[in-house]
């Protein structure tokens, strides 16, 4: 059959979905389950719903998801105020990180409405009803909304992100003109939320080998660097097929940068590097 056009119907009807069952293969103790609704107090005019991801790992109790209703009227604008006011306020058991409150410390990322942002950056007007609320995905959960970042931080640290030089000292500063800082632009901004690694999923499938968006970001901001002196030992590191090769460009890391950094652009400029100086 030819397509015409995008409302053209089908002459056919196939199956919405490959009939897998349900739970297929997935591990007893995985599973999430339904947990306690915290009603917000009254009198209140303007309740909002977050159903928050729980997981102890100090009991036997598989994941759950607890529902806490949130009086608007006495709670601040982002997602972080709700979640203070319930630690606070309503139930201290809930763990999540935090830090500066203004988007530059990347302590509160976790995943939003199926979105890695930033909690303290995200606006409760911007979810929806109920809002949901989990840590980063893929990585291990240490308690309720903190990952487990110890394989993401090595995986940082194998780019080596400082500044290394071969001549000698100068006796100032090392200087760089406006031309050579301008190419930092858009790279040297990122905080290590690393909400782009958690939704890459060559990542997913490959997070052993492939150093994710985050650590090749941080990679290309050394490489950028007019005053960095070891281009070709970068180069000789990161030129691997998992490494940076795996790297299919769905972009996902890009859509999710709380910061509106473009971490598929700086893995491109490493490969076209690379590319440059094979001939």
């Known amino acids: 059959m030819l397509i015409y056009s995008s409302n053209q119907p089908p002459q056919q009807t196939y199956l919405k979905r ?7 293969k997935m591990d007893q103790h995985s599973r999430i389950g339904h947990g306690r609704i915290w009603p917000a107090p009254r009198p209140a005019e303007k309740i909002k719903k977050l159903e928050v991801y729980r ?26 105020d709700a979640l203070v006011k319930i630690k606070n306020e309503i139930d201290p058991t809930l763990t999540f990180r935090r830090s500066c409150r203004e988007g530059i410390c990347g302590s509160c990322a ?39 970042l110890t394989h993401l931080y090595a995986q940082y640290h194998s780019v080596e992100p400082w500044l290394q030089t071969t001549t000698p000292d100068p006796d100032c500063e090392r200087t760089q003109s406006p031309r050579d800082r301008q190419k930092l632009e858009g790279y040297y901004e990122c905080i290590l939320c690393f909400c782009c690694t958690s939704g890459c999923p060559s990542h997913w499938w490959n997070g052993d080998r492939f150093l994710g ?6 990679a290309w901001r050394w490489l950028a660097d007019s005053r960095d002196e070891s281009t070709g ?6 030129e691997d097929p998992f490494r940076l090769y795996r790297c299919h460009t769905i972009l996902n890391c890009t859509r999710t940068c709380p910061k509106g950094l473009n971490p598929g652009k700086a893995i491109a400029e490493i490969k076209n590097l690379i590319i440059q100086r094979n001939g």
């Open 18 to 24: 490959f009939p897998v069952p349900r739970n297929f």
């Open 213 to 218: 968006p985050a650590a090749l970001l941080q």
């Open 233 to 238: 030992k970068r180069l000789d590191e990161l």
């Open 55 to 80: 997981y102890e790992p100090d009991t036997s109790t598989n994941p759950r998801i607890d529902t806490y209703e949130i009086d608007l009227g006495s709670c601040g604008p982002m997602v972080l």
């Open 110 to 148: 976790m995943n939003i409405d199926g979105m890695n942002w930033l909690a303290c950056t995200r606006f409760l007007s911007e979810t929806a009803d109920p809002a949901t609320i989990y840590p980063l995905n893929n990585l291990p959960v240490i308690k309720d909304l903190v990952p487990d």
